[in-house]
């Protein structure tokens, strides 16, 4: 007899509030997770100017996360929350 478990998580149903839609991006402040991976800072620097020029984003915040395998801190989190319109998390490689 051969005992086989099923890698794959199951998904939990998010307690979270549904986002507003955004309209636009102009004016806006985006906001970027890290996610320590190598090169994703040359990815956010280049998207960024992108979104600024091309878009009219008034702000970009960056924040980085110590490792990937780990959450983005509550402080990271709350802080994002409270000066950005949107908040990409990302990853590199």
Sequence with gaps: M??????????QPEAREEGRKLETLSGKVVG??????PNFDHL????AALLMTKYGVARVVKRRK???SIPASPEIVDELAAQCDLVIAGSGD
Aim: aromatic share 8%.
């Design 66 to 68: 110590p490792s990937a």
């Design 32 to 37: 970027f997770i890290d996610n320590a991976k």
């Design 44 to 47: 956010v620097d280049d998207l």
């Design 2 to 11: 051969v005992l086989l478990y099923d890698p794959i998580a199951r998904r």
